[in-house]
Each structure stands twice: as C-alpha cells, then as structure tokens.
C-alpha cells in the first residue's frame, strides 16, 4: 500500500493518557490530545505584519491587504467545536486497531479483491465509539473553515512503516450541488485520490453500483488508509435532488451511511438543512452538534475585531474607537466573514480616495455600494423579525427542535476562551501593538 512522492509525515507514536487509547497506533500516532490553549494556538493565523508596509505604493498596499483572508481568529465557539474533532477523531479509532488479527485479515481479504478489481464484499463490524455531529449555520460564519482550522491538528496524511499503511485522519468531502448519491460517494473518491494518490474515482466511474456497494466501499476504504473522521460539507445541496424521490433517495443514503459509517461523520450545513436534518435523522439519533450564529455584539465580537484591526495599510494609523465598532457591527451583524471583506473595501477605498484613513462615515459609504447584494440579510438579522428572516433559509432557524444541538453562547470547558486567548504569546515583530 506505500505511495511514492506524497506528502506524509511519518509516525511517532506518543504513549496516551488514556488507557483505551494505549497500543493503538492510529490514536498515539495523533501525538498528545491537545489542550484548549493549545488548540487556540494552533488554529489561530495571523499573517505576517509590519507597520512600514504603510509607506509603500498604493498597488502594493492593496495587495497586501490580501493577507486579511487568510486571518483566522477563533473564538469560543470555534475552540469548543475543535475540542469535539479532536474527540471524535481519537474515540473513533478505539475499535479500529490495526495491530488486532482481525483488521490484519480485513486488510489481505481486501487487497487480494482489489487485485481482481471487486466488490469488497464485507467489511470488519467495528462501531466507532461516538456519535456523529452537525455543524449548523447562517452563511458566513465560517462553518467549513472553523472545520478546516480545527482539523489543522492533525497531520493529512501518516505513513506507518512498521504497519506498511497509511493514515488519513479526516477526510472532506463536498455534498455535490446536485444532490446526487453517485455523486457524492464519486466526491469521496476523488477527495482520497488527492490525498493518497489513488484512482478510485475512474475505478468506479463506469461501474454500476447499488447504494449498499457504495456504501461498504466507502468504509472499506476508511479501513485500508485509516480514515479517522469523514466531514460532508454543504449538506443543504440535499435539497437540490431531481424532485421529492430524489430528495428522499438522497436523505435516506446519508441516514443509512451515517448509521453504518465505521468512521465518525461530520454534517456541514446552513441553516435552511436544520428541518432536513431534524425530520430524517431524528431517529438515528444523529443530529447532535452545534448551531453558529450571527455573532452578538459582546466581548467576543470586540476581541475579533480588536486582533482584525491591527491590519491596517492606510497611511494614517486609525485607532479602534466605539463608534467605529458599532458601526462595522452594524453593517455586518456579527457575521465575521462579511466583517472581514468590508474591512477590506474601506481601506482599499480609503486609499484610492486618497483619505488614508478609515472612519464611520467611510464604513457606511463602502458598504452600501460593495455590500448590496447581502444588505437585505444584514437588514434581516438587525431586525430580529422573523418573517424578514424567514425569506431567507440561511438565516433562519427552522420551528424544530433544537434540544440536540448545543447553544453557540455556552462555553464548556473551564476556563474562558478570552482568558486562554489572552495569554497566548505575541509576536512582537510581526504584529503590530
């Protein structure tokens, strides 16, 4: 199973704390579970900054200004969801041990079929040790990126030598826009052959597949590279299969796969999937997770838009006053990725204005001519009215229950965010004080 020229890291196994996790290699080759610190650390990105940049030429300015998208700063929400990834891969694992006889057995069983181009046939019952989890939002909040940063964690590739194996700990795969079930495991396929350098795709391209072969191809793949956790994103595409049968057709797969998945199953999706999800998977028991938001005006809000502000290429160094806060708050309500981009358009603004300089009336001016297109949501949210909300299912939270999902305001763990935050070191020569 060894690839050439891919881009593994090779495993170190760290012995784990906790005794079910002793001797599997797939969990101690995770390396030590991390902390809540260590993982605001991790996921944090603060790109490179230095406040000389400000005397450089207009073009070269707006390009650095770039930088602002590849600005991540979690908050307590996104650190909690991150703490659950970490879990699920790790718990995930503990029946799937690739020293025991039977997943050795599973393994020759599997690539001889292989060999002769079949149908793997069966695949080890081997539940994994948690439910899966819905993650479940307004557009905008960062739902696929919050999961791509919390993922960071882990390596995307391990190569055992001992085990001569690889390992994938997590796997994302887009929900196709069509809301096709070929499609989606065809995603699947091609995401691993990205990763693994593998031709499952054009394997099972031409190949007629009833839904249970997809689905036990699926999992034996999760078996042969060790697939630790499977995320299907945009989830409400669902929505979008040829008429109510297809809806149907394609609903009833993501039941049956994340009831017989062997790895854990992360749901991404926005708000208008929620109803979707309640009314189909309620009896797998499936839908617990979390609902993200629009942002409120708080200590979080002020502490993501504090680190945000120290990116400032206009000549004239601008503090972060209150009247300034609100009014960015007004214009996006809390939804950071809008925040973001319209930070972005008042300083290239106020550079090709030649302001140099960003103020209220500058937010309001650029917003209402860049941000048209979302200005009716944004409306939306301010109002809190929900039959403005209701216009737009990506906003609005369906009538169902929400018991299941965890509140986006709830911190569980001990110790506040902003406190871990707060501490962590700075670096003085690439960010700006």
Known sequence: MQRTGLKHVVARYTR??????????????????????QLATLMTNRPAYDPLEREKPDHIRKHLMLRLKRFYEPLTEQNSIAQTLSEMVRSG??????????????????????????????VPDTDPMCDSYAIIGVSGVGKSRL???????????IWHPQLRMHQIPYIIV??????TVRQLAMNFFNELDKIANTSYEIRFTKRKMTVEDLIREINAAAHLFGI?????????????ASGTAGEQRFLNFLVRFVNTSVAPVVLIGTMSSLEMLQSDFRQ???????????????????????????????????????????????????VLDLAVKLYQYVQRRAIDCKAEEITVDMIHVVANEELTRVAPMVEALASGNYSKLARYGDLTMPEVDTASFSSSRKWSGSENLQQLLSSLKRDDNKINK
């Open 16 to 37: 784990s704390e906790i005794s079910e996790y002793v001797g599997n290699e797939f969990i101690e080759a995770l390396g030590p579970i991390p902390s809540s610190k």
């Open 93 to 122: 694992y503990v029946n799937r041990n690739p020293s025991s006889p039977a997943f050795k057995q599973f393994l020759q069983q599997s690539y001889l079929k292989r060999q002769q181009l079949d149908i793997v046939e069966q």
């Open 147 to 157: 999961t791509r940063r919390g993922l960071a964690q882990f390596p995307s590739l």
């Open 174 to 179: 887009e929900c196709p826009y069509n809301g």
């Open 228 to 240: 630790g956790l499977i995320v299907i994103d945009e989830i409400q595409h669902a929505k979008a």
């Open 284 to 334: 797998a028991r499936r839908t617990i997770g979390a609902l993200l938001r629009n942002h409120q005006k708080d200590e979080e809000w002020d502490h993501f838009l504090k680190c945000m502000w120290k990116y400032q290429w206009t000549r004239t160094p601008t503090a972060l006053t209150e009247k300034l806060n609100e009014a960015m708050y007004e214009r996006t309500q809390g």
